[in-house]
């Protein structure tokens, strides 16, 4: 829904414009925590369709009047496609010859974006972005870890280090990182993941007053359940670049690419093969 | 030879930085690259924080609310 129907400008232009839009995540991830009320509200609602026989499902779109009854319903097997969600806004808007909201408000009802802040004092995210190469278009996952001060540390170089000297990244660091290299899609429990091998080497390219470059390298294999009795693996090796500002002892920049990486899952015990792209990149 | 031995370190090391700086332009090419296929439209949608946030302006507003319901977490793209 997110990459088709949510991401239609037609459908963004209505939604926007004449409804209050709001989703909730049937695994409880709002930013905002459903408390009791929300939980009970979302159950009258499905109670609600399940009643008067409308079509629906875990993913699913709801539009409800502003007295909270269910004016109509649409499961994510027809809303993902514009043409179908559409003529569905179109009718509502007619039937119930709605207004455009106004920018005041939008501006009031409309979410603010959290402003995280680094749990640990001195703490650093890396971003990761992974995306599937082939088969339908899923968009990217977009994940955030902090790393501690004593983890982004792990990668400047040691005192002695000469151009040439390589150290290896712990394993609980480039764990850490490797954990939410798996491809977009509905399994979402990241902890569930397991590194079944995660190596990350650096090694000092060039070393000035000012500056030190680094170059990376390593490799993973991850597992990650899909519901039994199957699960996904991916496997890549990975190139990436650090530069550390040597007089502050920072990291400067931190990026890492994978130069290959395979993702398999079982369909019927048959292999399904799929090329994947994974990005680690320090933020600002 | 001491002198050579000195301009072929030298000459190794402005090597090496030149292919430092090769690879981090393609690495951060590659990176960009797989930022920009991105579909991210959806959060240009005024979304309201709360079911009972928007039922509130729903009711205040007059105006019906468009519910979306899924599993897992759309803001990761793991949904």
Redesign the interface.
């Known amino acids: 829904m997110r990459v088709s129907s949510l991401s239609d400008p037609r459908v963004i232009d209505l939604v926007s414009k004449y409804f209050v839009p709001v989703w909730v995540s049937r695994d409880d991830y709002q930013r905002d925590p459903r408390d009791k009320d929300q939980k009970a509200e979302l159950m009258r609602l499905d109670q609600e369709r399940a009643r008067r026989k409308m079509k629906g499902g875990n993913v699913c779109v709801f539009i409800i009047a502003p007295n909270g009854d269910v004016l109509a319903t649409q499961p994510v097997q027809l809303a993902y496609k514009p043409e179908n969600l559409l003529p569905l806004l179109q009718e509502i808007i007619e039937e119930q010859k709605l207004g455009p909201r106004s920018e005041e408000a939008i501006r009031a009802s409309a979410d603010k974006p959290a402003d995280a802040k680094p749990k640990n004092e001195g703490g650093r995210f890396i971003h990761i972005w992974t995306r599937l190469d082939t088969g339908g278009n899923q968009g990217l996952s977009n994940d955030r870890v902090e790393l501690t001060a004593a983890q982004w540390k792990a990668f400047l170089p040691p005192v002695e280090a000469k151009p040439g000297t390589s150290w290896d990244i712990p394993e609980e660091i480039a764990h850490k990182l490797y954990q939410y290299g798996y491809p977009p899609g509905p399994q979402w429990m990241t902890k569930d993941c397991k590194v079944m091998k995660g190596t990350l080497k650096a090694t000092l390219v060039a070393a000035s007053d000012k500056e030190a470059r680094i170059q990376l390298g390593g490799e993973m294999e991850l597992k990650f359940p899909l519901g039994k009795p199957t699960e996904g693996r991916v496997m890549a090796r990975f190139v990436g670049v650090a530069r550390v500002d040597r007089k502050k002892q920072t990291l400067a920049s931190l990026a890492l690419v994978s130069e290959r990486a395979d993702y398999v899952w079982y369909w019927q015990g048959k292999p399904q093969p799929r090329k994947m792209r994974i990005a680690w990149e320090l933020e600002p | 030879m001491y002198r050579g031995s000195v301009l072929l370190v030298a000459a190794l090391?402005v090597t090496?930085?030149f292919?430092?700086e090769r690879?981090?332009a393609l690495?951060?090419t590659?990176?960009e690259r797989?930022?920009e296929?991105?579909?991210?439209?959806?959060r240009?949608?005024?979304?309201?924080?709360?079911?009972?946030?928007?039922?509130r302006?729903?009711?205040?507003?007059?105006?019906?609310?468009?519910?979306?319901?899924?599993?897992?977490?759309?803001?990761?793209?793991?949904?």
Do not use: H, M
């Open positions: 090391a090496a930085v292919a430092a690879d981090e690495i951060r590659q990176i797989i930022k296929s991105e579909i991210n439209a959806w240009k949608i005024p979304w309201t924080a709360s079911l009972l946030g928007a039922r302006a729903g009711e205040r507003e007059k105006q019906p609310i468009f519910l979306f319901t899924y599993d897992g977490n759309i803001e990761t793209g793991r949904c």
